[in-house]
C-alpha cells in the first residue's frame, strides 16, 4: 500500500490566496409565497402576498437589514430598528438623526407575533412553517442549513451544501482527496519538540458514496504534548451513526488503536478535539513510533472506514469486502 508523506503546514501559510465563496442562500420572502395558478384566487392570493411581503419589508431592521425580534425599537418619529442596531446607534435615529430614546413597538411585535413564515432553508428542502418567532430557533437547527467549511484552523466562512465543500475544499484549500475506506498515512514533522500547536492538511475520503474529513493536529492537553488524530463526517450527525472507522498508530512492535464512529462536521474541529473525541497519541510515544532519534516526527496513521450493518437485507457492505 503506498503511503503518502503529509508535511506540516501551518494553517496561516495555505491560506493566503484563499477566495472566499459565499453560497447565496434563498431568504427571500417573496420567493417562497408560489401562486396556486388557481385565477379565481389569484387576486386574493396576490393580495395576500403582498402584505405578507409588505409586513416582512416592515419586520426588516433598516440599518442591519436583519429580521427583528423583541425588543423592536423606534424613534419618536415612528422609525423602528433592531435591538441590536439600537445598542449602535448612540441613540440617534438612523433614519431621520433625532434622539431616539427608549421606545418599544409592540404594535410591530405583536404583528410578527401573528405571522406564519417557512424556514429560510426552503429552496434548500425544507418545508416547515413557523410563527414568526420559533422560526429562528427552527433555523438554527434545521437540518436544511448549510454546512460550514470543515476546514481546520483557519476562519474559513465558506458555507454550503456537502457537494459544495467538497468542491471548495479541493480547488480553495487544496486539500489531498481519496477515494477508498482504508488508508495510509504518514505525518511528517522536523523538529516537533518546538511545536505546541500544529495543524496538518486535511485529508478527504470518498467512500459509501460519503465524504469523511482525517484530522491531524498537536496541541497541549493539559501539561502534555500530544497528537490527535480524527474523523469527522460530512453529513449530519445521525448519518454519521451509520459509519464506524478505526485509526492505528505504532512502532518497534507495539501499536494503538482507535475505534469510533466519526462526528458530523455539524460540531466544530474544536468541538472535537476538545472532547478528545479521537486517537489521542503522546508526544513521547509519538517519537517512539516514529523511530530513529527522536528528532522527527514520522507517524504512519493506518485506518479504516466502515459502514455499520443496520439492516442485513438491505445489502450493507461487509467492511472486509471493502477497499
Ligand atoms: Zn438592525
Ligand atoms: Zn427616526
Ligand atoms: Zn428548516
Ligand atoms: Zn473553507
Keep these: 500500500m503506498e503511503s ?13 490566496d484563499d477566495e472566499i465563496h459565499h453560497h447565496q442562500l434563498s431568504s427571500s420572502l417573496s420567493k417562497t409565497h408560489s401562486n396556486n395558478g388557481n385565477s379565481n384566487n389569484s387576486t386574493l392570493s396576490s393580495a395576500v402576498h403582498a402584505s405578507t411581503t409588505s409586513v416582512h419589508e416592515l419586520l426588516e431592521c433598516p440599518v442591519c437589514t436583519n429580521s427583528m425580534y423583541p425588543p423592536i425599537h423606534q424613534c419618536h418619529n415612528g422609525h423602528t430598528l433592531c435591538s441590536t442596531c439600537k445598542t449602535r446607534v ?4 438612523p433614519t431621520c438623526r433625532q434622539e431616539l430614546g427608549d421606545i418599544r413597538c409592540l404594535a410591530l411585535e405583536k404583528v410578527a407575533e401573528s405571522l406564519e413564515l417557512p424556514c429560510k432553508y426552503m429552496s434548500l428542502g425544507c ?29 474559513c466562512a465558506v458555507v ?19 477515494s477508498g475506506c482504508t488508508f495510509n498515512h504518514r505525518y511528517v514533522k522536523s523538529n516537533p519538540q518546538e511545536v505546541e500547536n500544529a495543524i496538518w492538511m486535511l485529508t478527504v475520503f470518498h467512500c459509501f458514496g ?4 482525517l484530522h491531524f493536529e498537536a496541541f497541549q492537553l493539559g501539561v502534555a504534548p500530544v497528537y490527535m488524530a480524527f474523523l469527522r463526517f460530512m453529513g449530519d450527525e445521525i448519518e454519521a451513526r451509520n459509519y464506524s472507522y478505526s485509526l492505528e498508530v505504532g512502532g518497534n512492535g507495539r501499536k494503538l488503536t482507535w475505534e ?19 486517537l489521542i ?11 530513529g532519534d527522536r528528532k522527527e516526527l514520522k507517524l504512519r496513521v493506518t485506518g479504516r472506514i466502515w459502514k ?6 438491505g445489502g450493507a457492505c461487509i467492511p472486509n469486502l471493502c477497499s
Design 308 to 313: 455499520e450493518q443496520q439492516n442485513p437485507e
Design 210 to 213: 460519503q465524504y469523511f474529513c
Design 160 to 178: 454550503g451544501d456537502i457537494p459544495f465543500l467538497v468542491t471548495h475544499l479541493r480547488d480553495d484549500h487544496k486539500v489531498d482527496m481519496h
Design 281 to 291: 497519541i503522546q508526544r513521547n510515544m509519538a517519537l517512539f513510533f516514529s523511530g
Design 260 to 278: 469510533g464512529t466519526p462526528r458530523s462536521i455539524r460540531d466544530s474541529h474544536r468541538k472535537v478535539r476538545d472532547s478528545h473525541d479521537g
Design 4 to 16: 503518502d508523506s503529509i508535511d506540516c503546514m501551518a494553517s496561516s501559510d495555505v491560506m493566503d
Design 127 to 155: 418545508p416547515e412553517i413557523f410563527p414568526y418567532y420559533s422560526k429562528l430557533k427552527h433555523e438554527a437547527l434545521c437540518n436544511f442549513r448549510p454546512y460550514s467549511c470543515p476546514y481546520a484552523g483557519s476562519e
Design 90 to 93: 448612540h441613540n440617534r435615529c
